[in-house]
């Protein structure tokens, strides 16, 4: 559940496409534009710095009076007409309309909320947004929710403020939802996506995108076609629930007449997977799609510009399964569905060991999806599954997911992206679906089925991790700063309203 | 490892042998003895609370220097003539001798470490060692190692302590060893046993015995006639030593191309016992000596004063293993080797889900054994079944434990038990082996062959837990108090010197 860390090859493509040579000269109707953009950058930067200082974090109920009001706040004063608060049964989201006079309209998915931190793991305030040099990259704001998503986000927000400013009208018009519990896998999107008015408003749209850092250090950008679907579940085996086996911790050597709950998960979990943990063997589980050739190929041309040994580094990997080669690696990420460990936690967790029987015992899942499965079969499957195997007792608590999301590469909003992308010598990987998960489902699925997609220019890393950050002032000629960031989104819209 | 609810049938049984019309009529030595230990109560009590104010707990490194020091003191005061501390490749022991001029010497076995404690979790703080009324019971000290084990000990130091202040010889010579990592597995107990000087020493007692709040609130007394030996284990499965897998957590979405240590943990434990998890069935085990006719009608005695619906509720578990009846889940207790998880914790911890593929998982085992197995060869065997597996790469620490135990009935030190708590109008509850383990197979096995065994009256209850007890001055007729406690070690000492 984050679109960032979903664009895996981003980083790793090795061939550097742009830039200099190839550079699109300035339509002259973008000079006002971009002089504004550069007279607002400080205030820009400001604002971005002030929005972080308010996590909105779902996973601990923190922000969220706040958090829709300040983004709500920000979206009437770069000319939003309507912007309001959305309740749902989890946290609100925002629904807002801007409505430019103009022939077409763009949709315009974000969420204000950030990922959990732990300031202690922070080498600068996670809340204070600090400039920090970066070597290689120049400077950066680190704070939590720099890259995923404030920055990407608010620097779409300055485009629009720009054209507010000078009194341009937006070539588009704009329909924006928000939701608050990205990161605990947007279950309540759906309740601010299709309320009535809120989906009329998106079924007028062109297609629906994510403001996002696209660019990696090397310049390469990744054009996306889609993202795999998830559903998280923690698993609970407990004496209570399963009839056997204590209600509460007690001395383990009573193991050797009381039975356990913790054996119980386990042999349940062994059910789940293949001996070598890589192929699901859930019962009557939703059967993904095969591969098909078009997404092959552009697998192949991917790969072609990937460098393998940088992406084994990167996450600490010496052999892909099955040791497989590195094209037939790519095409298992992006077709193959999953049932990940994210971790087990039960009885004495300490160091060393504690003689406990423990009474319960959880293992918290995550399910990758691949079309043409849906959230709901797959979690069908597996309860249906651990019922047959005699696992009926144990708790499967969903705790958010949804469905993999596709967008055809020749959608208008896609084509506008490698136009935009081309415009500035960027030739963009493409690929046919995140391996990550954001719920694009929402959009392209039905009754919508508008395209969806992620877009804009700059840099950032660290979603989900210490040291989060997005760059400002850049002094990579491959990645832009602040002020190029904020006019890809500019050229964005103005190619969209073509 | 723990001596306390290692008696695990004691507090269960029902039937009420004691007491009034049977009661020992005092002999006339013990008279003398008798005023002084009512002399020194308020002060003994003192001396017990001052001893739990110093906690020695192996698990945090925690009070090493004092610990041993002050029960080096303490022994003196008691008359030892010599007391010291004895260095050891982990956390100091002690030796320390009792010449009464004495035909016979019996062995003593103390531990001066505790259990790790929260102080949140306890009533009133564990190091206070305040005196707390405990209905059905009388007042407590209430307080970490109240019971678990310097109760008990502390009562049999200050039965010495009356014999030295009354000037009456002791019966006995005594020889007593003393450890501060009972509670870690008693990992180094053999480099003080076994210290020449001190082994020798041992070599010349009718037996070892560990002071012990023998009485159950129903007055019921529990001679144990042995232990099961234990292995403490943490498995480990990581990418690194694994090879395959990441090195760092990883974005789950990775999984679809890259192993999971998890799931090879979990693959390896499933290896380890049969599907309902209470048959071990790692490769070339050792083979435990079929429960024999005297343990089964031993079991068959017990079973028949025990109540099981109150064992039941005790331990929150209304079904035994496969159904058994009663007895014969008593009879797996004593007689079946297992294999139990402590705990597991791997990856993401907190609550709800994180989107990772952790690089590391743990599981905390213990594997009981019985006679005729060794923890030497269970641990070898554990290891060996793993590589054969293809689970080689997992890391097996072996972070404490030790063989099984047994004593003959027959034995002197058990026969003098039984006739003291006889002379108290007890008809003890003989018991072949307790389930859970003490390293009394240092005593019993070679080279000293020496009998072994707990023994002492008095009541407490919640060793390892909040709240730990010790009955001070009992209202329950069931229950002997400080001096009643102390009384008994004196009449145990008169019985062993016969």
Redesign the interface.
Known sequence: ??SL??R?PAVLLAGLLCCASLAWSEPANLTDIKAQVARQHDAGVKRLQEWIALPSIA?EDRGFREGPQHLVGLLKSVGFQHAEIVATDGKPGVFATLDAGAPRSVGVYMMYDVK?FVPAEWSSPPLEAALVDKPGLGKAVVGRGAVNQKGPEMAFLEALRAFHETGKALPVNLVLVAEGEEE??SPHIGQIVHRADVEAALAGTVGVFMPSAGQDPDGVVTVSLGA?G?I???LTAS?ERW??????D???????????P??????A??TL?S????TVTIDDYPQPRPINAAEKAMIAKAASRMDESQMKAR???????DD?PFQQ??E????????????????????????????S?QA???L?LVPDMTAAGALAALKAHLARHGFGDIDVNF??GYDPTSTPADAELIQAQIAVLKSYGIDPVMWPR????YPGYVFTGAPLHRASGHFGLGHGSGA?APDEYFVIDSTNPNVKGWDGAVMSYVRYLYELGK
């Open positions: 559940m984050k860390s979903v895996i996973a959990q605990i896998g795999k998830v998280e579940v923690q004496g009839g056997k086996g204590p209600g509460k007690i001395h383990s050597s009573l193991k050797a007449m009381v039975d356990s913790v054996w119980h998960l386990v042999h979990l062994n997977v001996a070598d943990g890589n996450y600490s990997t010496s052999h892909w399964i497989l690696a790519l298992r990420l992006i077709s193959q569905p999953t049932v990940n460990i994210e971790g087990l936690v039960g009885g004495y967790t300490g160091p060393g060991g504690k003689t406990v029987l423990p009474h015992a918290k899942l995550d990758r705790s958010g995140n391996a990550g998960s989900h």
